[in-house]
C-alpha cells in the first residue's frame, strides 16, 4: 500500500525517541500512527462490554469538563483515583445506579492501551456536537 507524506509538530522528547527508536523522525512517526490505529481498534475490542451502561454512564459523567492529556491517559492509576474522588465528591456512579466498588475494581484491572482509549472515547463523546451516548453504548458496551 502506498503511503502520503504528511507534516506534523511534535514535543522535542517525542522526536527524539522517535529517532532513538527508528533511526528518524519520519519512519518514527509512520510506524506510531499506523500501530495507533491497530492498537486502538483492537483496544475497543477489549473493551467491549466490559463496562454496563450504568458504570459507563458515570465515567461519562465524571469525566464532563475534564482535561485529556495524553501524556497521563495511559495511568491507569492516576484515572482509578479520578474516580474515586468523582464517587466521593460527586457520585458519579452510584447516582446513575452503578457500583463503584464493582466499577473501581475494573478500572484498576484496565491495561494502559484500555485505560488511554476508554477516556479518548469519552473525550470524543464531549468534544462531538452531534454527541449520542447510544452510539457511544453500541461503541463500548453492545457486543
Known sequence: MSKITKTFRVLPETEAELVK???????GA???????VAIRKYTLSE???MFTRDELTGLVSSLNGSMFEPSYAANTRMFAIHCQDAELYEYSFSSNGADAKALLAKVNALTAAQCYFLQLEIRLFWDDDKRSLDDLYNKLIVK
Do not use: C, P
Open 21 to 27: 527508536l527508528h533511526g528518524n523522525v519520519s519512519a
Open 47 to 49: 473493551l467491549k462490554g
Open 30 to 36: 509512520t510506524e506510531a500512527a499506523d500501530a495507533y
